[in-house]
Every structure is written in structure tokens, then in C-alpha cells.
């Protein structure tokens, strides 16, 4: 479907905290390029009809202030809007409200790059000690590699065969790879190396099936 390393190698993920009106916060960024235009990209994470193609079904109002809701996950408020350059909104799930960021720029080259950042409240101790950020992170390496595969052909990939997929042996090898620059992103942003391995291995556990039913919740992308 994807080769698995050529797509690991293209994302840069990074730890990071900033505080904002809500308070401290925890930043996952995810980012990579695609051969497309700015509008191009946005109109794939904007237009209702195109974020099924490579993410979840989407309803609501897609504008400034509108609700949407991604069916099975998340749901949210739109709270900024500037096309083509990005769009905020909250980030609904399992009780608990935390944000995400995405912005859009052309490189050097014209390419398109599309960054996203996932913005959690400091305190959630327990459960940012028990995955690391893996916990959100592996779920948006998922979907930057949808984006990836929606970008470079017109057609959608079949629900089926990527569940079918990430459940053999190369997409085991993608998440655990996923959850592996996970590990090195948080260790870089100064975190005790034996813990964020701790984290990073049930993280990775959970998203591989080793461990079922212990999916990290909020976890998904």
C-alpha cells in the first residue's frame, strides 16, 4: 500500500509546550510535504466531501464557530479559520477537550507543507506517563499517511483493505517505527529515557494488539 519507510522518513514529529489562554500545554507536532498546492491541501482537510478520502466521515459546519463531529472520534468547534494558511479547533474526545493547530505553507520548491499540532493541558500526568505522546502521535502518522495516499492518487483507499493492512505485518512495522520516533521526539524534548521507553512500549503495545483493549484512550488521529 505505502512503503512503510519511505513514509516514516518523510514526517518530522516534535515535543514541545506552550502556554495559551487555556493554560500550559503540551505540543505534538506532526508535519510533512506533499506535491500538491496550498489550496490544493486545503481544500483535502477542509472539503467534507475529500476528508473521508484518506481520514473519517465528517459532519457539522466546516466554517469559523461551526460543531463538527468525525463519526467514531473526535468532535469539536471551529475557532479559527484562514484559508488556505490554517485553521484551530478544539479537540473533543473521551471526555476530555484539548486542541489541535494546522497550518499550511509552499517551500522552496513549491511543495505544500502541512503541519499539525495537538495541544494537550499540562496535568494529565497518569496518562502521559503510562503512552508518552505516542498516545496521539501514532494516530496522526496514520493520518498524515492517508493525506499522503489521498494526495498522490484521486482515488480513496478502501476502509477494509487499510484496516486490513495496519493489522499485518507492515503495518505492525509502521506503528512501531511511528511509536519509535515517538520515543526519540520526547527524549529529545528532555525527557528521562527510561520512562519515555517505558511509555513508548505499551504505547506501541497497545496500538499493535499486543495488548488488546488497551488502546491509550484519546489516542486516536
Not at 114 to 128: N, P
Request: aromatic share 8%; with cysteine.
Amino acid at each position: 500500500m505505502i512503503d512503510v519507510t519511505q513514509q516514516i522518513n518523510a514526517v518530522r514529529r516534535s515535543v514541545g509546550a506552550r502556554v495559551i489562554e487555556a493554560g500550559e500545554m503540551r505540543v505534538v507536532t506532526v508535519s510533512q510535504t506533499y506535491d500538491s498546492t496550498v489550496e490544493d491541501v486545503w481544500d483535502a482537510c477542509t472539503n467534507p466531501e475529500r476528508i473521508p478520502r484518506w481520514f473519517l466521515p465528517v459532519s457539522g459546519e466546516l466554517r469559523l464557530g461551526g460543531r463538527y463531529q468525525l463519526e467514531g472520534n473526535a468532535a469539536g468547534t471551529v475557532e479559527r479559520c484562514d484559508p488556505p494558511k490554517g485553521f484551530a479547533a478544539t479537540w473533543e474526545y473521551g471526555g476530555g477537550m484539548s486542541w489541535i493547530e494546522v497550518s499550511l505553507s509552499t517551500d522552496m520548491d513549491g511543495r505544500t507543507r502541512f503541519q499539525l499540532e495537538h495541544l494537550a493541558t499540562v496535568g494529565d500526568e497518569q496518562h502521559w506517563d503510562e503512552f508518552g505522546p505516542g498516545a496521539v502521535g501514532i494516530g496522526w502518522d496514520m493520518a498524515v499517511m492517508g493525506l499522503a495516499l489521498h494526495m498522490a492518487s484521486a482515488h480513496p483507499e478502501d476502509t477494509e483493505v487499510v484496516n486490513a493492512w495496519l493489522a499485518g505485518d507492515e503495518g505492525k512495522r509502521f506503528l512501531t517505527l511511528s511509536g519509535e520516533r515517538w520515543y526519540e521526539a520526547d527524549v529529545a524534548a528532555g525527557a528521562d529515557k527510561a520512562k519515555a521507553r517505558s511509555a513508548a512500549d505499551r504505547c506501541a503495545a497497545a496500538y499493535t494488539g499486543a495488548f488488546p483493549g488497551e488502546e491509550p484512550t484519546g489516542s486516536e488521529g
